[in-house]
C-alpha cells in the first residue's frame, strides 16, 4: 500500500519474561490493559501520558501515543502479540479470570509493582492520633491469592478479603507498606512515579535500636528496641535510675 504508515515495534517482547521491565509492563497490563484475540491496548490517565510513552519506546513502536478525553494510549494491533500475552493469562474479559503469571521468582516484585501501578492504592487513615499508611491491591481471587503468596514468602504480610462485588483485595497497614516498598522499588527499572513518591512518604522500614544501636525492622511504628532481651535491659536500667537515691 503506497503511501500507509507502517508499525513497527518488537512483537517478541513477551515471549520470555526475563527482565525486571517485562515483568513490570506484564504486570501493569494485567491490571490495566486491554486485551482482545487480536490487540493489545494499554490506556492510563492523560497526566501519565509519559509512562504510556516509556512502555511504546520499551516495546521499540513507532506508532504514536494517542489522547482520547483524559487518556492517553498505545493501542497495538497484532494477533502474534496478544497471543504471547494470552499464553501469560492475558485473555479477553481478563478481569474474572486473572491469574498470577508463570514467572521467575525473582520477577515476582516486578510483576506486582507494575500490577499495583495499575489497580493498587496507597493511602492514609486517621485513627485517633496515629496515622495508618494502607497499601491495597484489588482483583480477582485467584490474582490476589497470588499476590499475596509471593510477598508473604517475602516476608510482607497482609491480609486477604472478598467484597461484595466479588472482587478481591489484599491490604498491608503499617510497618508492612514499608516492607512491600522496600520489596517492590529494590532494584527496579521502572516504575510510576506518583505511586513511588506516596511510598516514599510512608516512613523508614528500618530503626536504630535505643538500647545496642543495631538496625532492625520494627514491626510496630512505636517499637523502639530491637529484641525482647533490648527492651528488657532499657526496663532495668529505668529502674535503676528511678531506685537511685537523690
Ligand atoms: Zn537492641
Redesign the pocket.
Known sequence: MPGAIRYRFDVNYFRSIDTDAKAYWLGLLAADGCVTDRSVALSLKYSDAAHVRAFKDELAANQPVYRSRDMAGLLIYSIAFAKSLAARGLVRRKTKRLIFPDIPDRLAPAFIRGYFDGDGSIYTTVAGTETRWIAEFCGTEMMMRGVRARLDVLNVPGYLYSRRNGMWITRYQNMSVRWLRDVLYENASVWLPRKRALFDRCGKSEYS?R????S?RPVRNSQL???D??NLRACRQRKRQTATPR
Open positions: 535500636c538500647m545496642c544501636t543495631v532492625f528496641y530491637c529484641s532481651l533490648c
